[in-house]
């Protein structure tokens, strides 16, 4: 079997069969334990050679100068490997967008054939479209048991899914006989159903209570009304021992809130389709890993340079081993911060919260960046079933509202103090009611959005 570099002790990422799958979940078993240093040397020699198979295959870089030159910078100052790798520029999606084609590798190993591909759209709704390969999409699969593992999942519970489906327009989809892929390439498991992200919440509710799953994977933003419409009916999943969340951040209120009412743990993944998981909780202390084996995640402050524990700073990512659309330091326009090691023995770094993309942020007047986190307020105005805050200009919130009747004086003026209160600062607040509030493509629901140009992205 191929492998994807020539690393020394560096787990194998092959394509091929459900032996290969085995192999690889079985080398990332091992390799989490694996100490930090040990793991960033191993990546050091990844993208030393991730560098030069860019140079040599991939046009973009090719007409760059600092690919064609790195080798040789790191023969003249070999202890200054970071250093140097950090003065490389960071690519950021407009890049993407503009370069199409010309990030494209010429070629690769015939084992990682075939190609495939990965279509992202941010809020823009320009489509971005990357090339994978078999090795890529193998690494995925390992790395979705990999959470299913550390979670200690019973596969042979029943799993509900509720989120956005381009390739059906079906409401429900028939119940599948078990988790499908990759669960089922190695492990048999209990019935799966899927349902829309866009479905009224009565009917989420009724397939919720119907079908009775032990597991959920879902939005953040879905639960606290379907928490409340469910509550008002006297209702509740029977069966439900977790929720795991995708797409958006999960706050603590939240998290709280399942484990008191619904007695259901909680977990998020953190991810983006550019570069498939960055991380996840273990179940030991909760902490977000890192999936240091598939991609180097940087948390780097407004000089460039790596954040420390407990500092927040921009998220650039470089995805070790996709060798057909190489993106060295990829900019996703999140900002995270960095934690401290976990007490799990887990090599793998910590990421201690994720604030959201740049475009999710307020900016006060006077000049203050910061991510609002106590937007569910809004929920105790009586009317209103879903809520939207868009910072229109510097010194004003339009907040959008999806309601069950027309807002009384009174219930707009708890609205637009509920706001204030919230982001903490005066804003001007205008209440604009609306039918619905769309997703975006990926169903992501963007409860706070900001349409600045300096915080666009």
């Keep these: 079997m191929a492998k994807s570099n020539p690393a020394p002790g560096w787990p194998s990422f092959p394509a ?17 334990w694996w100490p930090a240093a040990d793991l960033r040397a191993a990546q050091q020699a ?9 140079a040599a295959k991939v046009p973009y870089y090719q007409r760059e100068e600092w690919p064609t030159q790195f080798a040789a910078r790191l023969a003249q100052n070999p202890g200054q490997f970071w250093d140097i790798w950090r003065e490389m520029p960071t690519l950021a999606k407009p890049d993407l967008r503009a370069l199409g084609p010309r990030l494209y590798a010429r070629s690769v190993p015939s084992a990682q054939l075939p190609f495939g591909s990965i279509r992202t759209s941010g809020s823009t709704g320009i489509s971005v479209e990357l090339r994978t390969t078999a090795t890529t999409r193998r690494l995925w699969e390992a790395l979705t048991l990999r959470e299913h593992l550390w979670s200690q999942r019973d596969f042979s519970k029943r799993l509900g899914i509720i989120r956005s489906r381009k390739e059906s327009r079906d409401a429900i989809d028939p119940i599948q006989p078990n988790w499908g892929a990759p669960v089922a390439h190695l492990f048999p498991s209990g019935p799966s159903s899927t349902i829309r992200i866009g479905r009224p919440v009565a009917e989420l509710a009724a397939w919720l209570r119907d079908f009775d799953p032990h597991y959920l994977l879902t939005y953040p ?135 959201g993309r740049t475009r999710n942020a307020a900016l006060s007047p006077d000049g203050q960046r910061y991510w609002p986190t106590r937007l569910n307020r809004m929920r105790t105005v009586a009317p209103v079933n879903q809520a939207q805050y868009v910072q229109t ?65």
Aim: one cysteine or more.
């Design 16 to 32: 091929g069969d459900k032996t290969s799958l085995r192999a690889l979940l079985g080398g990332l078993k091992v390799s989490q």
């Design 46 to 54: 990844q993208l030393t050679w991730l560098a030069g198979w860019a």
């Design 221 to 355: 933003s879905i639960m606290p009304w379907l928490m409340d419409y469910m509550a008002d009916t006297g209702d509740r999943p029977q069966s439900l021992r977790e929720i795991r969340f995708i797409s958006e951040p999960l706050d603590q209120e939240l998290e709280t809130r399942l484990a008191e009412e619904w007695q259901v743990r909680s977990t998020d993944i953190y991810s983006a389709n550019e570069v498939g998981y960055i991380a996840f909780r273990c179940l030991e202390h909760g902490a977000l890993h890192v999936q240091s084996e598939s991609l180097l995640v940087e948390i780097i402050n407004d000089q460039g340079q790596p954040c420390m524990p407990g500092e927040s700073g921009r998220v650039v990512v470089t995805s070790l081993h996709n060798l057909a659309t190489p993106l060295l330091r990829y900019d996703l326009g999140d900002y995270a911060t960095v934690g401290e090691p976990c007490a799990c023995g887990r090599g793998l770094p910590v990421v201690s919260q994720i604030l």
């Design 393 to 457: 200009a510097i010194d004003t919130i339009e907040v959008r509202v999806v309601l069950s009747r027309p807002l009384r004086e009174q219930e707009r003026l708890d609205a637009v103090r509920s706001t204030i209160a919230a982001l903490g600062y005066p804003y001007k607040v205008v209440v604009v009611p609306v039918s619905e509030i769309p997703r975006g493509a990926g169903g992501k629901f963007e409860e706070f959005l900001s349409l600045l140009p300096e915080l666009q992205n």
